[in-house]
Structures are given as structure tokens and as C-alpha cells.
């Protein structure tokens, strides 16, 4: 038997994609209503502002979708470095990514500048991030001594910045271009 979604669980759905395809700022209470088919009354009964609704899809849809992206499962003997370049290169396989860059670094770029709770919101989940990075290479030999905090963030910004260009100028092929000299790097420090 199919459960039908919850309202609270289809609002969320929803303001997942159109804050992520359109912004927080180009999305709008009236784009959430029609989009979510409900009166008014109903989206308020869950939320009290759209500001409300957005830190509810951090925390329940984009740390979730953050933390299985980043899952660093490592098949045995497997090397750590190649399951991180591997999970680079995966990337190149999920349309939206491509199309729209990662939704965690949109949001941030927009909203962390100028409001404290998103700020405090994701930057909890940038640090869960980094700390799977860091964990998935902390007993990794590299030939040459290698700080991992500095590596984790330096993976992140780069595939972060890979991602960054507008739609029109984004693709795969564009994707993993850039990203070709991180996966050097990775290669070349793996011992």
C-alpha cells in the first residue's frame, strides 16, 4: 500500500527544488502555493515564514542529500584516494549537479552573507563534509606530508567552484575538465 506524502513532507519536496533551480530569493510564497497546490492557511499551519520553511530544507533535505552524496563507502582494497576521485567523477553523472551546481554552496553564496541563521544552518553541514573527507583519508600514506584539513577544504572548494558556472555554461564535459587537475593532484600525492 502507498502512504500518501504528508503536506509538511511535500512542501519541503518542493521548496527543496524550486529554491535550489530558482534561489531563496528568486523563489516566492506565491511559487511554493501553486507549485504545492495548498491554500495559504496550510503552508502557514507548518511554517510561520518562508525563511522558516528554507531552514527546515536544510536540515531535513539538504544535510540528508549532502550526507549520502559524500558517502565515502570504501569497497576493500580499494585505496581512500581513489574512492574520493571516484566520488569527484560521479558528479558528472547527476544532471542537476551539473545543470545547477551544488545546492549547499547556491544557498550559501546567497544567504550566509546576509542572514546569521542560514549561515548557522550550513555551516554545520560543510563541516560534516569536511570532516568525511578527513575521515576517509586520515590513514591514508601520501608521499609526502599532507595537512587533511587543508586538503578536505581544498577538494570542496574546487569541486564547489567546477560547479559554479551558470547553467548556460555548464556541462560534463566542462565539469570534468576542470576537475581533471584536483584528480591530478590527488593522484600525484597518493603514495
Known amino acids: 500500500m502507498i502512504q500518501k506524502q504528508s503536506t509538511r513532507e511535500k512542501i519541503l519536496d518542493i521548496v527543496f527544488m524550486l529554491v535550489y533551480t530558482n534561489g531563496y ?5 506565491s511559487m511554493i502555493l501553486k507549485e504545492c497546490e495548498i491554500p495559504k492557511g496550510s503552508l502557514y499551519h507548518h511554517f510561520k515564514s518562508k525563511q522558516d520553511i528554507v531552514l527546515a ?4 533535505r539538504l544535510f540528508p542529500k549532502m550526507d ?3 558517502d565515502f563507502s570504501n569497497p576493500k582494497n580499494k ?5 574520493l576521485i571516484n566520488s569527484i567523477n560521479n ?12 545546492p549547499l554552496n547556491r544557498l550559501n553564496q546567497e544567504m550566509s552573507p546576509i542572514d546569521k541563521e542560514f549561515e548557522n544552518a550550513i555551516t554545520p553541514i560543510y ?9 576517509l583519508l586520515k590513514d591514508t600514506d601520501f608521499k609526502t606530508s599532507i595537512n587533511l584539513e587543508n586538503l578536505s577544504e581544498y577538494v570542496i572548494a574546487s569541486v564547489w567552484g567546477a560547479l559554479s558556472l551558470s547553467p548556460t555554461q555548464s556541462s560534463k564535459e566542462r565539469y570534468l575538465n576542470t576537475v581533471s587537475f584536483l584528480i591530478s593532484y590527488l593522484k600525484f600525492i597518493k603514495k
Open 91 to 102: 558528479i558528472a553523472k547527476k544532471e542537476l549537479l551539473i545543470k545547477y551546481g551544488c
Open 57 to 60: 530544507v536544510i536540515k531535513e
Open 25 to 29: 530569493n528568486g523563489t516566492s510564497i
Open 79 to 83: 585505496h581512500s584516494v581513489d574512492v
Open 127 to 135: 563541516d560534516h563534509i569536511k570532516e568525511k573527507i578527513i575521515s
Open 68 to 70: 549520502d552524496f559524500y
